[in-house]
């Protein structure tokens, strides 16, 4: 199998699959798991290609850029598609289990039907969004995946999940507009929307630095930067567990992915110190502020939700820690390691709260007290994704905060030290304060039975999340393949 | 000549700008759906005046059209009264 | 790639990997989960056995795995971290035998013993570090399966009691991975090394070391139950007896003192310590521990706290020892490591026998339970004696050691601190064994559990005898070349060599 | 200044109005119509700015852009009711709790 | 009052912030170069390989084919959002449903229907060297779907959803199929040759206009034409 139908397959074989998910219901869960091995296979395959050949280029329709779409794909795109590839497997195997459960199914059936496609085109949308090299082309991916994140949430069809679907499609659309706008003032500027291109002429006049602030205001609302996170717990919390882990742990990354992606390789960040600085500081609060509201939380599903909001504020250190020469290539490296292992720690978390909430009827917290008995597996999965959320060892995100840690000190910003520190402990007050409550001694009512794949899905994507600490070496040796020119290549 | 067509753009613009703020100032949602779809169809030809026909077509059918269609059918839907116990039962059941 | 090389790892996973198949085994299949335990800790003893044979004959156990670029998980086995590993290896035997007693019949022993397991195999890889940062990985592994165990029964103290020591041991993590990586950053990747290494990379700033090594003590401290960073070690007594013995006796405030052991002689070096001025604070932290702890020990009625409060002050004898610098005395603190664990496990099991069988948990109840319950006080005795450093108990040796350390050292004080220490050692401990033999019992026991032919469960009985034992086999025949004793001046030859 | 500026700068102002309208409208119904406006906006800018060619030909590749611009436009549109409508068989309300729960 | 103050001191703080931003824009579109032609240089040098001799059709369905695509695939999202949105009506309100049918609607229909349809089809025709195309073809015949529906004329009744759903997909499935088509003659995806590629961007254009236009005229109908009739009932009160 050659180079093209593996970067192709990875666009449009879910993109098929979702189209046949729809017409022919009967078979959509396998055909999705089915889809979803595939797609494992053809992540790794490209990895392959890109370890041996660097940074790779496809021509759709055979015109080249400006004038045509290319498809770009260097270390940070393979390992994004690999994220999402096992992200995606997880989620598919947990996702046979949950919606075949009558009352995630709701009132009719049509629900458990449309959620196939929209997952295997959401898969689609990701992988297109990972490996586009032009940024008009992003704006539609941006579109695909919004749309099917919102019809997602929208499937719980609760008064919540309609509420927070609704609030998110405004900021969203919105969000994109401010994209577009942005596409529109470079283009008009620059004559292409090829990234590559783009980077190697961008200047720093008025029309860039509106475009610059566009884009990256439409990028920090899809990505509920802090103050921008305001749409994002209810929207997390009140879609369907799958989904979540699904918005929590792809869905975010993709906005995120192009933001890295235009700073680095796009704009002229050398430039943008001070607007760097101010996301490190957002990034910051974020991680403070999420975590304090996760740890006052009384529902377990919004704790996971507002740990987000708080993780997601780590990744955006980077735009401040990368202004000094010295940390840039920790920090670049501990960012795009860090969104890998919160996907996966993130997804597992809120799979796991899924299968507690089922399992207990219940989504407070307080109804967990004494459930590690009854659901000794989801407990552990749970607590194993909350060392990943901590940064506790041997965790991926340990060795991301270890990047950025390093990154902080080496670059002399010691206020950052202390928030990565201080983000670690508040994370390990609210995942001990489920834990704690789970261990909980004394009578409680039977739990309902959790199927075997929503009980150890989880946990295999939980203890994937700690491999990731473990097997870091690979993914880095892939990262360095198309790092931006801009950042030093030696640790 | 020429100032024609310059007049004509001020008073296309202005009208439009005027009818975008129209449509989110009216008190009457009914009546805001409506001027929406003006909004759509005097867009239309500022698409045709920018030698854009193509989308000066799309404008029409997609965004006056049936934006306007939709738009008229939500405001519709939403006049009427809606099943509240029943939603009342799916938050309970969460 | 020879077998040498995985002994290390091999060491780690004869706990591991048990423990995983515990939990995979789940509730009911005790015999096998039995089976397994005691598999695992023989084929760690013996893995063990094998290394000390090497080690001596300077045989060279590593292994290394990147796990980024310059930044190495790597296990490495020398003297030192043999002799805490083998601590662990045999004390993991009698606590697994103590344990299947303790727990009969309660529920969730799957769980317990899975996370026991695994709690071993953290402080084994403890042991076994090469580097810093494979420390702070166990370290943290430790920190997190302690926590279920701590929390084990699910009652409302239990839970106060792990919610407090995740407080302390987690923020200890944080101090240490900052210490570690602004260390890092500094002069780069750096493993232990026998007499220290940073003397020759550092030039310059020296207050910035003397910073880091204070937030590494601090770490390392939380754990090794410093003052004022003990807080913990009383709460976390909620924990089942086994877990207090093994855990919170032996390897978790081991774990801290050895960190700081390896920090003054194997990363900074005791001559670059001396020069920075770092010791003096060590070794007046450690004397104010030793005091405090003591004091404490002395107005506490519950048993169990009253032992907390004799490991706080005495796992500080080690980094007292380490703190004074001189051979000697290091090699006092050294032997400490394992004489006090034998020690303090003695009397964790016997207080746990008293608890278990009759229901006993206050000092203040114990008259004339030695009556009831000679053997167990017998190894009670035996414990406290060497508690307070009487010969020939073991931790008369550690005691010596120090004192002659201090004196060679110069810094006379520390004897002060050491008799002041045995005073108060003989005053907490000593009224204990006087109203357990010499007093009649109050009235009826309060739980008193019958078991027939002994004077408890038979695998109650066997670890406390088993571990008295050795804490007097290790002091008689100290000189042999088998001792602890003469291992820890095997370490110590090797630290100060020029 | 020339038409093509005209208009350009009537775009920004839609954007503007648009955006003002999605935040501070509290109907959502009107919240989705200015969500419209603020695409007109974007499209009507990159279409005045696509006809600053030198011939008479404006540049097609914005025209395509836009196109695709109204199809996301309906199609965000379309979904947006279709939860209004749901939304409003649940409750009755039309606009969104102020709290961000 | 205080809240009421409250919401006005936001109208205002907001309508600032607003106010810049416009303000920067604008400044920003006065500082662009007055001549730029962007791609349009390009395009035009290209337009005699790319099988369609209006500039935007060609962008759309060769050299930005892909957009296109994925943007078909955007509206196939939306419906089916809509559908899992939709609540399956019960019958109960069957009774009030043949209340009316406006005899002029129909009439006006009858006439109207033939037209739009041509037009439909002279738009799909003309779009490969004129304004028109598939997405404005797709939008006259769902705009006479929705007449329909207002007139209560139910010809979506033989119509089975799983049909329905072959018609709102096909234009997906066409696209790729041809995409992956071109491939087999060794070129990339969606690389038509010059020879053969005014026929596949007809054929395209002429299956996503039937899609296009199911898919808008299932928006307009919650997601499922055969729910039109139901779904008209609850609407027509304020229409009318």
Known sequence: MSFELTILGLILVPLAAGIAAFIVTRFAAILAVATALLQSLFAFRLAGYVLSNGPLRYKIGGWGAPLGIDLYVDGLSALMVIMTALVGLAVATYSTSYFAIPEHGREHRSNVDIFWPLFLILWSALNALFLSADIFNLYVTLELLTLSAIALIGLAGTVKSLQAALRYLLIAMSASLFYLLGVALLYSVYGTVDWELLGAQMQFDLPDRCAIVLICVGLLLKTALFPLHFWLPAAHANAPAPASALLSGLVLKASFYVLLRMWFDVFPYADLRAVGNLLGILGAAAIVWGSVQAIRQQHLKLLVAYSTVAQIGYLFLVFSLASEPSASWNAWNGAAYFSVSHAFAKAAAFMAAGSLVFATGSAKIDDLAGIAQQQPVTVFAFALAGVGLMGLPPSGAFLSKWLLLNASLSSGKWFFTAVILLGSLLAAIYVFRVVAKSFEAGERQPTRHVPALMQWTPLVLALLSIGLGIVATRPLELLKIGAPVAIEKTP | MSNLLWTFDIVLCGSLVWLAWQTLATADLFKATVLFIIFGLIMALAWARLDAPDIALAETAIGAGLTGALLLSGLAAISQPGTRQQSIKLDREK | MTLNQFLPLLVVFSSLIPGCIIFLLGEERRIARTVLNFVGAICMIFFVSLMLWGVHRNHVYEVRYPLIDGVDFALHADPFSLLFVTLSAILWLCTTIYAIGYLEDSPNRARFFGFFSICVSASAGIALSANLLTFLIFYEILTLTTYPLVVHRGTPEALRGGRIYLAYTISGGAVLLLAIVWLRSLVGPIDFTEGGLLAESVNGNRTTFRWIFGLLIAGFGVKAALVPLHGWLPESMVAPAPVSALLHAVAVVKAGAFGIVRVVYDVFGVEFCSQLGVTTGLAVAASITIIYGSLRAVYQDDLKRRLAYSTISQVSYIALGTAIAGPLATTGGIVHLVHQGLMKITLFFAAGNLAETLGVYKVSKLNGVAHRMPWTMLAFTIGAMGMIGMPPMAGFISKWYLGSGALEAGQPWVSLVLVASTIMNAIYLLPIVYSAWFKEPDGPWPHDHNHGKFETHLFLLIPPLLTASLTVLVAVFAETSISPLNWARFIVSREYQP | MTTVTLYALCGVILFGIGFYGVIICRHLLRKVMALNLMGTGVFLILIALARRTPGDRPDPVPHAMVLTGIVVAVSATALALALLRRLHRETEIGDLPHDAK | ?240
């Not at chain 5, 962008?59 to 509206?75: C, H, K, P, S």
């Not at chain 5, 009858?110 to 490969?128: F, S």
């Open chain 5, 1 to 240: 009052m205080s809240r009421l103050r409250k919401t006005e001191l936001a109208k205002v703080g907001f309508g600032l912030i607003v106010a810049m931003i416009v303000t920067a824009l604008g400044c920003a579109i006065l500082a662009l170069p007055g001549e730029e032609s962007g791609l349009a240089g390009a395009v035009m040098l290209n337009l005699d390989q790319a099988g369609a001799k209006n500039p935007v059709t060609a962008v759309l369905l060769n050299f930005r084919g892909y957009d296109t695509l994925l943007e078909i695939a955007v509206l196939l999202l939306a419906v089916l959002g809509a559908r899992a949105l939709a609540v399956d009506e019960s019958a109960d309100d069957s009774e009030h449903f043949r209340s009316s049918i406006n005899p002029v609607l129909i009439g006006f229909i009858r006439v109207i229907a033939p037209v739009m349809i041509i037009v439909a089809g002279y738009l799909l025709w003309v779009g490969g060297h004129a304004p028109g195309g598939a997405f404005q073809a797709g939008a006259v015949l769902a705009s006479l779907g929705v007449l329909l529906v207002l007139a209560d004329i139910n010809w979506t009744q033989h119509l089975s959803d799983y049909s329905e759903r072959i018609l709102l997909t096909i234009s997906l499935v066409v696209f790729l199929s041809v995409g992956l088509a071109t491939m087999f003659n060794a070129r990339n995806f969606l690389e038509f040759s010059p020879s053969t590629a005014k026929w596949c961007i007809l054929l395209i254009e002429a299956v996503a206009t039937v899609s296009i236009a199911v898919i808008l005229l299932a928006l307009f109908c919650c997601g499922k034409i055969s729910n039109a009739r139901k779904y008209h009932e609850t609407t027509r009160g304020r229409v009318e």
